[in-house]
């Protein structure tokens, strides 16, 4: 493994040295300041960068502390560029010396330029297939190696950059190309300017008079999807929440309040026992809002599924009646649309006309199959999604983009704004000189809800829906190609037969010592270890990441999902050797 003090800076540059130069990024900093800024850029770049585009100014300003008097403005060819800025000494200057303080204009922006130097050149490198995914430490030793703790005064900008190299240089590359531990992998440029726009913004959702533009393109983005769910017209409401486990539970609080409106003011005990329904192979978020909302988990009855995963009709049938033969009362079930390990389809068009049968609230938690509904080749493996009454889709999944972004859409129109509502007079008022509609913050459960919609809104402009499509599709292929590549390949045993329907691939590798002995116990022990050990060893050397987990009777197997648009055929090869390099020996 490696030791704390090897490695590799990621960066292109020294450790502790100033953010290295990017090819023209002076240049270009400077240009998009101008174009967005008119004169204030001009004047701000003049001072960084040379007085060439200075205007004349009626009186001399005193130059910030610690900025050296600017040098002429870079005119050579050279690339990379070796010309200097103005000289910032970050050793003498703190978070003081930068806006809103006065004159702090050319410390802040040498600055955040050095700032963005440092994560421009981190996204490069997470491209990079010859960079690690993970300079793995454990935490013992990256506790002892640096001092992360809190102190009274205050650390220098010099000492923060340091910071901020440091803290990406252990970060995983959750978008390089060899990385595919989690549904949530790829690094999207547009999708990462937006969240640079929304932080710089720094605004709240809950009302249209302080998010004037974001909350028209949630109103806007949430109908397109609820289009493509199936909803004629796009009718309906919905909201972007902290993830699909909180989407989730509210579609359980909603189920719940349509049912029984009483709940809201006088709690569980006003009402009979619930019960709702889901898979044995959903997510863990179903029985952790049974928790939250006070039905209990108990209350949350699993379903059989086959032996792909997918849930049984008949059981889900067999176990309502028997519940309401208890005295229980059914209110909710839901079907998933993507498990997280078999990556599963249940049948929704059962499901639905079940549902309809015993007037019980349908979600489809899609949170990682909604994806899907972009590809015209795919989406029918979610066929009968248009008969929810509730869908979970994270965006920040299958389609890539950055963390968190995930939807909670609904049916019927003005449901969640019932539910939820407690007419806060300081944030709510009914006396405002716009349509009050669009002050959205009373149907969330949040008060503070970040911008998550403009990410999701900006990349499907720059990509549409087709690209979107194109992007899920290969992803998809991918996934075929890994499972053609190993279904028949000796030292390999699939966990399911048949072709995955999404891009979970579920398999076992068997080392070679393994691969004679006829199943027991033994086997049965050893071949549990062999996965652990590889992602371990896998870690260690940094070359790639995926996942593990056992299942029921099934011992841990490796779940490879793919989701990153930058992975390619050569890197599903590499996954395959790298597997068989780390655990030849087991």
Not at 25 to 34: D, F, G, K, L
Not at 162 to 183: E, S
Not at 343 to 367: E, N, R, T
Not at 533 to 560: C, H, W
């Amino acid at each position: 493994m490696a030791s704390p003090g090897s490695g590799f800076w990621p960066f292109g540059a020294e450790e502790g040295s100033a953010a290295a130069e990017t090819p023209g990024t002076a240049r270009a900093w400077c240009q998009v300041a101008q174009k967005f800024t008119g004169g204030i850029g001009n004047k701000l770049c003049a001072l960084l960068y040379g007085d060439a585009e200075k205007p004349v100014e009626t009186g001399a300003r005193a130059a910030a502390p610690g900025v050296a008097e600017p040098r002429p403005t870079c005119t050579c060819d050279k690339k990379p560029c070796g010309c200097q800025k103005a000289d910032v000494n970050y050793a003498f200057l703190h978070s003081t010396d930068l806006l809103p303080t006065c004159n702090g204009e050319i410390t802040t922006m040498s600055f955040l330029q050095d700032v963005v130097d440092i994560l421009l050149q981190y996204v490069v490198k997470s491209f990079d297939r010859s960079t690690k995914v993970i300079d793995f430490h454990y935490p013992n030793e990256l506790l002892q190696e640096y001092n992360w703790e809190l102190a009274d005064q205050p650390q220098t900008l010099e000492e923060i950059l340091l910071n901020c190299r440091t803290t990406l240089k252990y970060a995983i590359k959750t978008g390089h190309p060899r990385y595919f531990n989690q549904l949530s992998t790829g690094l999207d440029m547009v999708g990462l300017a937006a969240d640079w726009l929304t932080s710089a913004a720094n605004t709240n959702m809950f009302t249209y008079e302080i998010a004037p533009v974001f909350v028209l393109l949630e109103y806007v983005t949430l109908r397109k999807m609820r289009e493509m769910v199936g909803w004629p017209g796009g009718c309906g409401d919905g909201i972007f929440s902290p993830g699909g486990a909180i989407s989730n539970m509210y579609a359980m609080l909603i189920a719940r309040f349509k049912m029984f409106p009483e709940v809201k003011e006088k709690g569980m005990a006003a009402i009979p026992r619930l019960v709702a329904f889901t898979s044995e192979h959903s997510h863990f978020s179903v029985k952790k809002g049974a928790a939250a909302l006070g039905i209990g988990t108990d209350s949350v009855i699993l379903i059989r599924c086959d032996e792909r995963g997918k849930m049984i009709p008949s059981d889900l049938e067999r176990r309502i009646v028997e519940a309401k033969q208890k005295g229980f009362v059914p209110f909710l079930v839901s079907a998933t649309a993507g498990t997280t390990v078999y990556g599963a389809f249940d049948p929704l068009i059962a499901i639905a006309d079940i549902c309809k049968k015993y007037k019980i609230w349908m979600h489809v938690d899609g949170a990682w199959g909604g994806g899907l509904l972009m590809s015209r080749k795919h989406k029918w493996k979610l066929n009968g999604i248009e008969r929810a009454n509730s869908v979970t889709w994270n965006p920040h999944k299958m389609m890539g983009v950055p963390l968190q972004c995930s939807a909670l859409l609904v049916r019927e129109e003005g449901l969640m704004q019932s539910c939820n509502q407690m007419h806060a007079s300081y944030l709510f008022q009914q006396d405002k000189h716009y349509d009050l509609s669009y002050d959205t913050g009373d149907k969330a459960l949040q008060c503070g809800r970040h911008v998550d919609v403009f990410k999701l809104w900006l990349m499907w402009r720059a990509k549409g829906t087709t690209g979107f499509e194109a992007q899920i599709d290969k992803c998809l292929e991918l996934a075929e190609y890994l499972y053609n590549k190993i279904k028949n390949r000796e030292g390999y045993e699939m966990v399911f037969d048949g072709k995955p329907q999404h891009t979970n691939v579920c398999f076992w590798y068997i080392p070679p010592s393994l691969r004679g002995m006829e199943d027991s116990e033994e086997r049965t022990s050893r071949l549990m270890k062999v996965a652990p050990v590889i992602k371990a060893r896998m870690m260690e050397y940094g070359t790639t990441m995926v996942s593990y987990q056992p299942l029921g009777d099934k011992v841990n197997f490796f779940r490879m999902v793919i989701s990153n648009p930058a992975a390619t055929h050569q890197d599903i090869d590499f996954l395959i050797d790298e597997i068989e390099r780390l655990g030849q020996d087991l």
